[in-house]
């Protein structure tokens, strides 16, 4: 365990006299070892070089505990990571250069536009003109059991027109 945190701090303290970059700025290549993030890299999406068993580790600690691994990977091939500024670190082991790909250029989403509806039909014609309707309501009750109640809404002026 302390060989560990002996060697993760050697690491760091290498890649800080090495110097990743201008002072002051976190650099956008790098290669093998451990980089804090912000510091010594910049947040974003690399890509290594073509290698044959590359090892890369995020990282949120640098204890050397597994719990400190964020997502790793040994692979062969170009590695693409997105190394995220919650990150504390990123660690790689012969995966040669490591490059900040650019971000990629925000594109305005397209304006909303409704979909054409045609407008809705007019509701039919009647089938008679409406001044019929009064007579015909009328004649259609002409012996029933209402026609007394008919006459005297006539009468009243409630059913004319």
């Not at 091939?77 to 990629?104: E, H, K, N």
């Amino acid at each position: 365990m302390f060989r560990k945190c002996v060697a993760v701090a050697a690491a760091v303290a290498g890649a800080v006299a090495l110097g990743t970059g201008t002072a002051g700025a976190a650099a956008t290549t790098f290669g093998e070892g451990t980089y804090l993030v912000g510091t010594h890299i910049e947040p974003g999406v690399y890509q290594s070089q073509w290698s044959d068993g590359c090892y890369w580790e995020r990282l949120s600690g640098l204890s050397g505990e597994l719990d400190d691994i964020i997502a790793n990977d040994f692979a062969s091939g170009r590695q693409f990571v997105q190394i995220y500024s919650s990150d504390l670190a990123f660690s790689s082991d012969f995966c040669g250069t490591w490059t900040r790909l650019a971000d990629p250029t925000p594109v305005a989403p397209e304006p909303y536009v409704a979909p054409y509806v045609a407008p809705a039909a007019p509701p039919p014609a009647p089938p008679f003109p409406p001044e019929l309707i009064v007579p015909a309501i009328g004649s259609a009750v002409v012996g029933s059991a209402v026609l007394p109640t008919v006459a005297q809404m006539m009468v009243a002026g409630s059913l004319m027109p």
